[in-house]
């Protein structure tokens, strides 16, 4: 059991090792964030023709969290994400479905770096039937402990979007169902790589108007998408879309029929739904849902740092509220 320090003092890094991205948590005795950094340096940074995974990922975690190690002395590091796939330094593997997330913490890899132990946090996995194909999660299910109490034990619908973004069933802290959609790298293919790109001009504005009518013709018929969009290049050929919005309706399309038909497959029909993203797919996916009736709640920002600590807690590598006084 680690040592308990004042309430101010680091407690853990917690690491969010994804694979473009690696964001670092330096969190206190209460789980509350001391400080944070963002980087670019995922798991793609290290090449696969390297000769010595462990070296290569240590170099990347002393250049992110060596100063806060030197400052306050050895601390638990407990990371979530890509970097316990396949394709990181070690494979944390997978927990079948149902899982309880307050046992993820009796479930971790550990691997030794140059800056101390790695400890890793496990995947969750989809079993294929005859109807369904198998799915995964990997550091998704970090944040869903960061989202989700204990109790009430009551079912939520939790939409995590991003590259690949996830629908995910949940009764309290239990993970019931979930699956998967591609809409993020689809806009990313499509307005980057295909013939809609030569007309879209990209703009950091956002045209709220031509994105809920991308949401109209995506919900529509979520079948037809394939044909729908190329809407998206006749529209802007026709003059009707400027250069500038073909992207927000491209982006309303995809995310529309991915709402109208996850609503209507996966997503339990009472149940509230938490959308957990960066702020503008957050409120695009709130935007479609409202569209579809159904309201957004709000989601706690620093959900993969909050997961983390949990799954300290759950680990012992750091105390407890209830062993605080011990």
Known sequence: MAKLASTEAPQMIGLDWGTSSLRAFLIGSDGRVLAERNGSDGIMAVGPDTDDLRSDFSRIAQAAIGDWLSENGPLPILACGMIG??????????LDLPTDLSAVGRHLTSVELTIGELHIVPGLQKTPTEATAPDVIRGEETQ???????????????????????????QGQHVTDFSTSMSGEMFGLLSTSSILARLAEPTDDFHPEVFDWGLSVGADDPAALTSSIFSARTWALDGRLRAEEVNDYLSGMLIGAEVASQLRTTADPTAPVIVCGTADLTMRYSRALLRQGRKAADANPRAAATGLFRIAEQSGLVPTKENIND
């Open 85 to 94: 796939s396949t394709q990181g330094v070690a494979e944390a593997g997978y």
């Open 144 to 170: 869903l402990l960061g989202l989700l109490d204990a109790e009430p034990a009551e079912a939520t619908t939790v939409i995590l979007p991003g590259t690949h973004t996830k629908w995910v069933s949940c």
